[in-house]
């Protein structure tokens, strides 16, 4: 099969989160299963310095947006055993300080820059000469291309490809005023009415558009699907979702463990394994170093990587952590986004000082530091659609304290479930006390070294490889093509 892959951010190229991680190891993963596939992705700044093997395509083009024209360059990128990559080279909307936003303000004209790669996405796969079977697109910035295909198709384009949506994130939706619809040059009928068009509520929607128009839609774990029909946790387009639950499913996303892993990885202190697990000590005491906590392999050392968004739970995240800091722990916490979760964080460092490290800002090679240097880790998630860093954890060695909900509780196994194959701590209200509760039954496990040698082991062994998942995928792809 021919694929092609469509994101706003891909690893290594560029990244706020999981969605980066889970589209470049897919397409690796497609490659790996025996298929083809290409990648288009934004070219932003910095990317061609750090990846100097990028060269530049003999071909560049015009797309209309609403009455004007904006126009690409291209670029591409070949790597052994990875899929080919294609950069949209357009300064205007690309070069800039960030992806998204900047200053924690979104850039203004973001429906105007994710349309425009939109439509260059829909440009390739019709006029590149390797020609996709299915375009995989993948989140709001993207969504509307199962719609602008379509109306090409309407217009006379012979076989397009067939198309699949990945929700990665129902919180983020890319909602426009009705105006932006303008940019999309897709005919009034595309719009509305009611349920079968992209408008939600008078605005554009762009993921809404993906969800109607897609062939196929899938998110990032089986619970989630699940969840997103409800009202509850469908950020108001469960009913939409109820509405098309017959082309969506959910796939539990996989772990790249070339990147991930603790044998064979410059970014952590020392190799350690499932077999040979002494150097995680080692880990974890260069860590204590590194982020200014007393070095003492006793102390139970508790950790998290996130965005400081809503939905990861900070605030009762918070909570919690007042009261059990009390108790002889330790907790560290690398992180970006709201300033008032940081300002949290950093009052709580200042009120624990030696016990608390706290780090700011996107690092990844600390963050490879904290999941092998930790013991416990926390993810006490709002909601949580997948979510990878407990599943690195439990490579890692560390247990996942973790709510369940979405992924996490597809990937964890809690005591309660199975006393044999435990791997994790879940906790299930939304509240400080329930998490501060989770954390002493992690101090608990901590307490009795064969258990706590047991979860770790049992994390250590779980596998969530994508020669698995993809093979997921392939069935997705495979029963979106016409039939022959
Ligand atoms: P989400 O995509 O919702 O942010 P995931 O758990 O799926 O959550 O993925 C988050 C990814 O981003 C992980 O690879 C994690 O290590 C990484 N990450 C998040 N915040 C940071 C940060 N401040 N520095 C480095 N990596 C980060
Ligand atoms: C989103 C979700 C996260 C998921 C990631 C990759 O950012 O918030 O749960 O793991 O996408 O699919």
Redesign the pocket.
């Known amino acids: 099969m021919k694929i092609l892959l469509a994101s706003s951010e891909v690893f290594p190229f560029s990244?706020t989160?999981?969605?980066a991680?889970m589209v470049g190891a897919l397409g690796r993963a497609i490659v790996n299963a025996g298929h083809e596939a290409v990648i288009v992705t934004p070219l932003y700044r910095g990317i061609r310095e750090k990846f100097p093997a990028l060269r530049r395509v003999d071909w560049h083009f015009n797309l209309p947006l609403g009455q004007q024209w904006a126009q690409a360059e291209l670029w591409e990128l070949k790597r052994k055993g990875e899929a080919k990559v294609y950069f949209i080279d357009n300064p205007g909307y690309f070069d800039r300080a960030g992806i998204y936003l900047e200053n924690h303000i979104s850039y203004a004209d973001n429906a105007e820059r994710f349309i425009f790669f939109s439509k260059c996405v829909v440009h390739l796969a019709r006029y590149l000469p390797w020609q996709a079977e299915v375009v995989h697109v993948h989140d709001w910035q993207v969504a509307l291309v199962p719609a602008l295909i379509l109306q090409q198709k309407n217009a006379g384009w012979a076989n397009p490809p067939a198309t699949c949506l990945t929700i990665?994130?129902l919180a983020y939706q890319g909602v426009f005023p009705a105006e932006a619809f303008a940019l999309t040059n897709l005919t009034a009928d595309y719009f509305g009415p009611d349920g079968v068009g992209v408008e939600y509520f008078g605005l554009l929607n762009c993921l809404k558009g993906g969800i109607v128009f897609a062939d196929h839609i899938t998110t990032v774990s089986p619970r989630y699907a699940r969840e997103i029909t409800t009202e509850e946790l469908g950020c108001g387009l469960d009913g939409v979702l109820r509405e098309n639950a017959g082309k969506l499913n959910g796939i539990l996303n996989g772990v790249d463990y070339t990147d991930w892993n603790t044998t064979q990885n410059s970014h952590i202190f020392k190799p350690y394994s499932v077999t040979r697990p002494s150097g995680k000590r080692i880990n974890k005491l260069e860590l204590q170093k590194q982020v200014g906590l007393p070095a003492d392999e006793k102390i139970p050392l508790f950790g998290t990587?996130?965005?400081l968004a809503e939905?990861k739970g900070v605030d009762i995240q918070l909570g919690a952590l007042e009261e059990m800091l009390n108790s002889d722990i330790q907790f560290v916490q690398?992180?970006?986004g709201s300033p008032e979760y940081e300002r949290g964080y950093r009052e709580l460092a200042a009120r624990f000082p030696g016990k608390v490290a706290v780090q700011f800002?996107?690092?990844?090679n600390?963050?490879h530091r904290i999941e092998a240097g930790c013991d416990f880790f926390l993810m006490p998630s709002r909601f949580e659609p997948?979510?990878?860093?407990q599943m690195?954890s439990l490579r890692y060695g560390t247990i996942p304290i973790v709510r369940a909900t979405g992924g996490l509780d597809d990937s964890v196994i809690d005591y309660n479930e199975n006393a044999l194959k435990a791997n994790g701590v879940k906790f299930h209200d939304y509240t400080s006390r329930a998490l501060a509760k989770a954390i002493r039954k992690a101090l608990a496990i901590y307490q009795q070294p064969q258990l706590f040698r047991q979860f770790r082991r049992n994390g250590m062994k779980a596998d969530f490889s994508w020669d698995k998942t993809v093979e997921e995928y392939l069935k997705v792809y495979q029963s979106a093509l016409p039939r022959a």
Request: aromatic share 8%; with cysteine.
């Open positions: 990244k989160g999981g969605l991680d990665h994130n990587i996130s965005r939905q690398l992180g970006s800002g996107y690092d990844e600390l963050s997948c979510g990878l860093n690195y």
